[in-house]
């Protein structure tokens, strides 16, 4: 079955710096990649995803990359804030979410 | 158009009980998936229901159950607890057809003591 690596599992950022969130899947049969982002206590919010026939997707100050042939995918995000403190997940999956397999979360800290 | 419910919001039973969790699916979606999640943990896939079937499993042993109602309602039910069934319980809904995405209830927290 498909499994997924995550790496950092903890980062700190200065405000207005840069984070990058990487993840490695292992089925190349997966062509769903989605994002969560969860904070304390409340639920896994979707952010951003991107399927296997796009290599970028972009929204807003977030942006994830997709490279199928090294089965890798990463977050970025840019102009960060103490907002978007929180825990991230990384996911992949085949179409219908069926059997979606998560990473084991980045807890992401922005300094003021 | 609603979100994801899920019900009860917390829930404490004793080792060896029985447990149901309920889930209402977002207006419009019909697929309903189910995950345990640990403590500093990601999600784990428990089973996933699409017209009232079954549709995959990850790996939980048979006392996980689950149900899916005509209306795309969902429930989880758990025999024999043991205490490392201990956990935040997720259901999230997507509409099988036409997009990926899928949303996640707030969860039912567990505690098996």
């Known amino acids: 079955g498909e499994n997924v690596e995550q790496h950092p599992s903890t980062l700190s950022v200065q405000e207005g710096d840069s984070a990058v969130i990487k993840c490695t899947y292992s089925?190349?049969?997966?062509?769903?990649f989605p994002w969560y982002k969860q904070e304390l206590g409340k639920r896994p919010q979707l952010i951003i995803d991107?399927?296997?026939?796009?290599g970028e997707k972009k929204d807003q100050r977030i942006a994830v990359t997709l490279n199928k042939t090294a089965k890798h995918f990463s977050l970025h995000i840019t102009e960060t804030q103490p907002e978007d403190s929180a825990v991230y997940f990384c996911a992949a999956s085949q179409y219908n979410n069926n059997d979606m397999r998560f990473g084991a979360g980045t807890r992401l800290t922005v300094k003021p | 158009e609603t979100g994801v419910t899920q019900s009860p919001t917390h829930l404490i039973k004793t080792r060896g009980q029985q447990v149901t969790l309920r889930c209402s699916s977002q207006s419009g979606h019909n697929t309903v998936s189910w995950y345990q999640q640990a403590l500093g943990q990601g999600p784990q896939f428990i089973f996933q229901y699409y017209r009232e079937e079954e549709n995959g499993r990850g790996n939980f042993p048979p006392r996980f159950s689950g149900l899916q109602f005509p209306n795309y309602s969902s429930e989880l039910n758990v025999n024999a607890l043991e205490l490392d069934d201990s956990a935040l319980y997720l259901c999230a809904s997507s509409l099988r057809q036409g997009s990926y995405e899928q949303y996640f209830g707030p969860g039912t927290r567990l505690t098996v003591t």
């Open positions: 089925d190349s049969a997966s062509n769903y």
């Open positions: 991107i399927r296997s026939n796009v």
